[in-house]
């Protein structure tokens, strides 16, 4: 293994370039500052612009390194057009961790000789002198150590050919330039001048870090009833709820995430559609935390007991589904912190304290933090928090709001939790200005909340999807909900059960990372009036609903979410988000894109219209679809694609006919199953 310590010397510590320039590094984080992210087996886009001066040919590596400075692995990049001195490649990490990455150039020797004999040595200028240059340059990679036994026999050959001086000139260059002495070559090259950039650092985290599904429940819902008689309701628990894991295991979800969890308070309490006028019965928010029963490290005594929640952690686990958390920093009037630590809120001109506001929203059941009047002990008993929850076996949590926190406390907060449980996982619930959002995602945050939720029209989402891949894909890790207590767009209200269709297939085929909130499954599309949530919201009241019997009357969603976490599961190529191309369709409403992770590659069409049938002709690049097969270049080319969605088999070829019903299937899922 390699060490590197690339300090340079005393004279050049004031330069910007080395003897060999590379500027331009990506994946790079503001300079270097914060970690590139990436997820186990995910492929890593690599580039740098590296030149000198001259004409003389070089080569250029990027180098990964381990936490103590290891190599551990290599890559040799290369020039994507040729000219521009960009050299691309990429990194597949294996394994978890802390990483950093180097790149290497050097001032390739054979290549130059190459480069210059076969020009030379057929014009008949400087013949002897290139096949003296040859001679020297195979002699001294033969003699290297590091050549396997097969490599030295190959090079030992060339070498002999090369010294025959009664061989035509042409036949000793040739010998010395066959794909078994390139190979040879490359395997270990001669170097001269090696220029080494500073190391950029990258975090490797686990699966679910980059890769999972999302459902959302409420577990006072599942398993509540109401009285005939007297109309009251009786909340549901925990081991109720636990009975509804098997069916979104079955889905094939991955991550079962709760809202809070905790005692809800008394005070100002808002009733059913967020009115100021709660009956008696009514459970409020769960977002309004703390009563009289507890705050963050209490659970709500109809839910159960701690006891009953490790039952829950551990079903949920036995199905293969993690728990994950909703923390929410803040606090109902009635929450045991205001009477602790009133220095942790805003006390107004009045001695009141004050109530959150998102205008036009108020919040009056929810007080905000306050960080500035106590930083390091309001942000030391949340560091408490959570390390109780993750004693009880939470290693995800959904982030409420983290944009109305300071940035600096996140940034604190998550180091600190990664340091000492690295496999732990923040989800930023932040739909908010780009520059917070993306601070978020830099600092540490895994996973992001995303404008995917009001991207609707196909010019919308290429430029969306355009922008992740390129611009954030380096930190920011968008986690595509279609919908969410908060949020039921008008594309859904609208759409019919066709737009829950299209809205999950883009979401899950677009991102390795999607949710679902509970009812999605039903179409649930009702909104309360004026707004864009849903009527009846489950935030303030009760709603249970029969799931099985809208699945057995033909009424869910659900058969088509399982099929699409399936696909998802089966393909690779889906796991990746930088990979996503853009094809193009002369409609308007077609949305066309492909992924493609070693030979598993996948073509997506969407019809995103909801309400009519699409006709048009989808226009693909081969380039992006084979890439490096020259074998396409001005030949008709067809291929053939199975339809993952409908079982269906097509030849296609760059251009394609397609016609999509929505009230049938909106989408193609296209599996390529040979290559032309």
């Known amino acids: 293994m390699t060490r590197f310590s690339a300090a340079p010397s005393p004279d050049s510590q004031r330069l910007h370039y080395d003897r060999i320039v590379i500027t331009e590094i990506q994946p790079v984080v503001d300079g270097g500052a914060f970690p590139a992210k990436s997820t186990v087996n995910e492929d890593i886009p690599l580039a740098a612009t590296v030149f000198r001066e001259g004409h003389d040919l070089i080569g250029v590596n990027a180098v990964l390194l381990d936490g103590a400075g290891e190599e551990a692995d290599r890559i040799r990049l290369q020039e994507s057009i040729p000219g521009t001195d960009r050299f691309v490649g990429t990194f597949r990490p294996e394994k978890a961790g802390h990483y950093s990455f180097v790149i290497e150039a050097w001032a390739d020797l054979y290549a130059t000789w190459e480069h210059a004999a076969t020009l030379k040595i057929p014009a008949g200028v400087d013949v002897d002198l290139m096949l003296a240059e040859g001679l020297q340059l195979l002699t001294d990679a033969e003699q290297q150590g590091d050549r396997t036994f097969e490599h030295r026999a190959v090079l030992a050959d060339a070498i002999n050919t090369l010294n025959s001086a009664a061989l035509p000139a042409a036949d000793r260059l040739a010998a010395a330039t066959t794909a078994q002495v390139k190979s040879a070559i490359v395997a270990h090259p001669l170097r001269d001048l090696i220029s080494v950039s500073k190391r950029m650092p990258l975090n490797v985290e686990r699966e679910l870090a980059g890769r999972a599904s999302w459902y959302e429940f409420f577990p006072r819902s599942e398993g509540a009833k109401q009285d005939e008689e007297t109309g009251e309701w009786v909340s549901g628990t925990f081991r109720t709820a636990a009975k509804r894991l098997g069916a979104v295991a079955d889905m094939g979800f991955d991550v079962i995430y709760l809202p809070p969890i905790h005692p809800i308070g008394e005070v100002n309490r808002k009733g059913p559609n967020n009115t100021l006028n709660p009956g008696p019965k009514d459970p409020g928010s769960p977002w309004a935390i703390g009563s009289r029963y507890g705050g963050h490290d209490a659970i709500h005594p109809d839910l159960g007991d701690f006891a009953d929640f490790d039952e ?202 999607w949710g679902v909130y509970a009812g999605y499954e039903l179409y649930e599309h009702v909104p309360r009036p004026g707004a864009e949530e849903y009527i009846d919201n489950e935030k303030y009241q009760y709603r249970p609903r029969d799931f099985d019997a809208a699945e057995a009357d033909g009424r869910s969603l659900a058969p088509y979410l399982r099929r699409l976490n399936a696909i998802r599961k089966e393909h690779p190529a889906l796991g990746d988000l930088r990979n996503i191309r853009l094809h193009d369709a002369d409609d308007e409403s077609i949305l066309v894109y492909s992924k493609r992770k070693d030979d598993d590659a996948l073509i997506v069409v969407i019809n995103l219209d909801p309400h009519a049938t699409r006709d048009t002709i989808v226009h693909l690049d081969l380039e992006e679809l084979f890439p490096g097969d020259t074998s396409l270049a001005g030949t008709p080319t067809e291929f053939e694609v199975h339809d993952l969605l409908t079982d269906q088999t097509w030849f296609w070829s760059e251009h394609n006919y397609v016609r999509l019903d929505p009230r049938s299937e909106p989408a193609h899922i296209l599996q390529i199953r040979s290559r032309p």
């Not at 732990?424 to 540490?444: C, D, W, Y």
């Open 312 to 513: 829950f952690v551990a079903r949920a686990n036995q199905l293969g589904l993690e728990v994950a958390l909703d923390l929410a920093l803040q606090a109902a009037p009635d929450h045991p912190w205001v009477k602790s630590n009133p220095e942790w809120f805003t006390t107004q001109l009045d001695g009141t304290i004050a109530y959150a506001e998102n205008p036009p929203k108020k919040y009056q059941d929810i007080y905000p933090l306050n960080f500035d009047n106590d930083f390091e002990g309001l942000s030391r008993e949340v560091l408490r928090i959570v390390e109780l929850w993750i004693d009880h076996g939470v290693k995800i949590f959904r982030v409420d709001n983290p944009h109305t926190k300071p940035v600096m406390f996140w940034e604190w907060l998550i180091a600190t939790v990664n340091d000492r449980h690295p496999d732990v996982i923040f989800l930023a619930e932040a739909f908010t200005r780009p520059p917070m959002m993306h601070a978020l995602a830099k600092l540490g945050f895994q996973q992001s909340y995303s404008y995917f939720t009001w991207r609707n029209t196909r010019e919308e989402l290429e430029e969306y999807l355009a922008e992740l891949r390129d611009e954030s894909g380096a930190f920011l890790r968008p986690n595509f909900f279609v919908n969410t207590p908060d949020i039921l767009t008008e594309y859904l209200q609208f759409s019919g059960p066709a737009g829950f269709k299209i809205r999950a297939v883009l979401a899950a085929t677009s991102s390795p990372l």
